[in-house]
């Protein structure tokens, strides 16, 4: 999915030299339909509004979870009907279930939904294992649970999203008590249930917790408005993160967008560029908030604001530029310390994607300590120091370095005694 921001940019490029008309959300109901052929889904999608708004790129998901049973990694196949430069689909693994995330980007002139509204997207494939299963498949949100879908026009270059409305679930099951056939379990049945969450004045969650793939880039215009007040999708917020000695504890500032309903933070870990939301900050005056991220790692952050339209969907301003930020690693733990000789040997428990350790010496408890060795690898959990009159106390810390080649220190360790 990392892809999308190229695809809509794609998209923005083919509708360069047409007139600029801002994308707004739809009044009319969009919904989403599932019909079920054995163990095979059928996903369907209708847009009143489609034929005023000519539709070329499309971003939603589904919820694939099991309730009983055993079941493979389901497939998603796009119906040959469907025109589009790119079709694109992904199935993430989300602890007992399965989300299926599913992206059409196209020409100006391919159109995903025709003059009616409706269009057959693809086939989900259920893949259960065993004579007896029960399988549920719905529509699920972008950004929270709320089923929703983002698209683009042909004469806008804003990602909207919407909500789906009238969406159902659909369950599949087979009991293997229901059929005499050597193979185990008679025909799959489909039942179908309304989603509880498919209610168009759901309001979204005032926090969040991170999302399972990365969020779309857009690609955004200023507001054509003007007015006072009014949402300025062209606005970057001016974002800092930091994160305090020794600490995981991430603390980000921003400044306020001018008519902006809240904020949404992502981060991507390392290099892979997946970035994925961990904050929405609901309360539009606030322009602070800490997120504890995982120690001795290594992240890029940004965000961006959202405005709540009409019928409850949310259209996204500009992201901030990226913010990067290495995390402290634990506090070392478990140091030992025994005499032999002329030395004294240490030993300590590994702390996680740390990349070494630092040994301080010093002759009073809470007095001035020296770096006495430094260990380059994480691996390394013990070592030994000379013998020392001025060595009476010792205590350890962990490093690991950013992108700047600089250390960033973990807390130090319980102080030990030498005996």
């Given at each position: 999915m990392k892809k999308w921001l190229s695809y809509l940019l794609l998209s923005a490029l083919l509708i360069a030299a047409l007139p600029f008309s801002m994308a707004r959300?739809?009044?009319?109901?969009?919904?989403?339909?599932?019909?079920?052929?054995?163990?095979?889904?059928?996903?369907?999608?209708?847009?009143?509004?489609?034929?005023?708004?000519?539709?070329?790129?499309?971003?939603?998901?589904?919820?694939?979870?099991?309730?009983?049973?055993?079941?493979?990694?389901?497939?998603?196949?796009?119906?040959?009907?469907?025109?589009?430069?790119?079709?694109?689909?992904?199935?993430?693994?989300?602890?007992?279930?399965?989300?299926?995330?599913?992206?059409?980007?196209?020409?100006?002139?391919?159109?995903?939904?025709?003059?009616?509204?409706?269009?057959?997207?693809?086939?989900?494939?259920?893949?259960?294992?065993?004579?007896a299963y029960k399988i549920s498949t719905k529509f699920t949100g972008i950004t929270d649970e709320n089923p929703a879908m983002e698209y683009v026009t042909d004469s806008g270059q804003s990602v909207i999203e919407v909500p789906l409305v009238n969406t159902e679930m659909i369950t599949i099951e087979r009991d293997s008590q229901d059929s005499s056939s050597s193979s185990g379990g008679g025909a799959p049945s489909a039942t179908k249930a309304p989603d509880a969450q498919a209610s168009p004045s759901a309001a979204p969650p005032s926090t969040a917790t991170p999302d399972i793939s990365p969020s779309p880039s857009p690609s955004i215009a200023p507001d054509a408005t003007g007015k006072p007040g009014s949402f300025n999708k062209g606005e970057k917020p001016s974002l800092s993160a930091k994160a305090g000695k020794g600490s995981r504890v991430v603390t980000f500032k921003w400044n306020k967008i001018s008519g902006a309903d809240g904020y949404m933070i992502y981060?991507?870990?390392?290099?892979?560029?997946?970035?994925?939301?961990?904050?929405?900050?609901?309360?539009?005056?606030?322009?602070?908030?800490?997120?504890?991220?995982?120690?001795?790692?290594?992240?890029?952050?940004?965000m961006r604001a959202y405005k709540i339209s009409d019928n409850g969907g949310k259209v996204y301003g500009q992201y901030s530029q990226v913010k990067k930020l290495t995390t402290a690693p634990a506090k070392v733990t478990g140091v030992k310390l025994k005499s032999s000789g002329k030395k004294m040997n240490l030993s300590w428990k590994k702390v996680k994607n740390t990349k070494g350790y630092q040994v301080y010496a010093g002759k009073k408890k809470n007095g001035k300590y020296t770096l006495v060795k430094t260990l380059k690898k994480g691996t390394t959990l013990k070592t030994s120091v000379k013998k020392n009159k001025k060595y009476k106390y010792i205590k350890v810390r962990a490093y690991v370095d950013n992108a700047s080649k600089k250390y960033v220190y973990g807390n130090f360790s319980k102080v030990i005694k030498a005996k």
């Open positions: 959300a739809e009044e009319a109901a969009c919904s989403g339909k599932l019909t079920a052929n054995g163990n095979q889904i059928n996903v369907s999608l209708s847009v009143l509004q489609a034929a005023a708004e000519n539709i070329t790129s499309l971003h939603f998901r589904l919820d694939v979870s099991i309730s009983s049973g055993a079941m493979d990694e389901p497939a998603f196949q796009f119906a040959e009907a469907i025109q589009s430069e790119v079709k694109d689909s992904k199935v993430i693994k989300n602890n007992d279930s399965y989300i299926v995330d599913v992206i059409l980007s196209g020409k100006k002139n391919q159109i995903i939904f025709p003059a009616g509204g409706q269009a057959d997207i693809g086939t989900v494939s259920l893949r259960p294992s065993g004579g981060s991507a870990l390392g290099k892979s560029g997946n970035y994925k939301r961990i904050k929405t900050v609901s309360k539009p005056k606030t322009t602070t908030c800490n997120v504890t991220m995982a120690y001795a790692s290594s992240y890029s952050f940004r």
